[in-house]
């Protein structure tokens, strides 16, 4: 059964760093392009960033030199540095695998809300 488990959400104040992180199983992790999404409030879910198979990164252009999207391969874990946090980043964040099949499987999320 194929899990992802994310964590590190909460509160922050604009400017500060928070680190996801998404915990795989069920998947052989190497195989798998993973990648982090977010929903705010009465908006589409949209991509955050997203890393290939083979290491390549892409991110929002919202997030592009805040964020920093990395995995450990040794603990099936993704993560998603966030730095400079401002409050439309506020949302529920998803944590995305995608086969080489093209089969998707998706977190329960993780609330982050930045705000003073």
């Known amino acids: 059964q194929v899990q992802l488990v994310e964590s590190g959400g909460g509160l922050v104040q604009p400017g500060g760093s928070l680190r996801l992180s998404c915990a795989a199983s069920g998947i052989i992790f190497s195989n798998y392009a993973m990648g982090w999404y977010r929903q705010a409030p009465g908006k589409e879910r949209e991509l955050v960033a997203r890393i290939t198979r083979g290491g390549i990164t892409n991110y929002a252009d919202s997030v592009k030199g805040r964020f920093t999207i990395s995995t450990e391969n040794a603990k099936n874990t993704v993560y998603l540095q966030m730095n400079s946090l401002k409050a439309e980043d506020t949302a529920v964040y998803y944590c995305?695998?995608?086969?080489?099949?093209?089969?998707?499987?998706w977190g329960k999320g993780t609330l982050v809300t930045v705000s003073s």
């Open positions: 995305n695998g995608r086969s080489v099949y093209g089969i998707n499987y």
